[in-house]
């Protein structure tokens, strides 16, 4: 069953196009977006073209995105592509009591810390309100994004070498993690929470035999693109 949405997804496109236009423009689009959000209004005219610009470039991801969500579905597949954080319907009720020339300074500052990790200068008042009032949920956003909870283009978590260790513990004669990576100093660990599935079944020592042997990857840098070559490297392995 659908609900109604207590926040939606706010992307970093959203951002780049909201930007560019003044105080006003930005603070009457942030309104049009939480009114099509939360109360399942569109806008019915603009005040320039530049407002109906920026509309017609995310209007579409808007509509699918809030289908999702209004489905109880995670929109996983924009999250892996693009940055991202949770708008609180607490944000828009702010933005109500607002101008547009306020409401639009307030959205400029909550996506300039959440996209640039800038901190608003100066705000005004009840701006500078609003946004204190705000910043313990977008730095708990901020947390969530870093812990890998929400994907895209969001920090990742890496997977220390510790955490690989673990997971691909000695067996019989085969070399540890540590003991492969120092064989091959020049590989770099790149491997990210999202890809942990590619060590099931990884071992070390025959993958070190297999890379002396494989000309395309013997050299390459990269331990992410090496696992996700794995059966190739392993099948240049000589016997």
Request: aromatic share 12%; net charge positive.
């Amino acid at each position: 069953m659908d609900k109604q949405l207590k926040r939606f997804t706010f992307y970093a496109l959203y951002w780049k196009l909201i930007r560019n236009v003044d105080n006003k423009s930005a603070g009457r689009l942030a309104r049009a977006m939480c009114k099509y959000e939360f109360c399942d209004e569109l806008p019915t005219s603009f005040e320039d073209d530049a407002e109906a610009f920026v509309w017609s470039n995310i209007e579409d991801i808007l509509a699918k995105v809030k289908q999702l969500e209004t489905a109880g579905k995670t929109p996983k597949s924009y999250n892996k592509k693009i940055a991202h954080f949770a708008f609180s319907d607490a944000y828009y009720k702010a933005i109500k009591l607002m101008s547009d020339e306020d409401g639009g300074a307030y959205i400029k500052a909550l996506c300039g810390y959440m996209f640039e990790g800038k901190e608003p200068k100066k705000l005004k008042p009840p701006v500078d309100m609003y946004y204190d009032l705000a910043k313990t949920k977008l730095e708990l956003s901020k947390i969530r994004i870093v812990s890998g909870q929400k994907g895209g283009k969001a920090e990742k978590v890496k997977l220390s070498d510790e955490q690989i260790n673990e997971v691909t513990k000695r067996s019989g004669a085969i070399i540890t993690f540590d003991e492969f990576m120092k064989l091959h100093p020049h590989i770099k660990n790149d491997l990210y929470a999202s890809g942990k599935s590619l060590l099931n079944g990884v071992e070390w020592g025959f993958l070190d035999m297999a890379l002396s042997d494989c000309k395309e990857y013997k050299n390459c840098t990269s331990l992410y693109k090496i696992l996700t070559h794995y059966k190739e490297i392993m099948s240049c392995l000589k016997w």
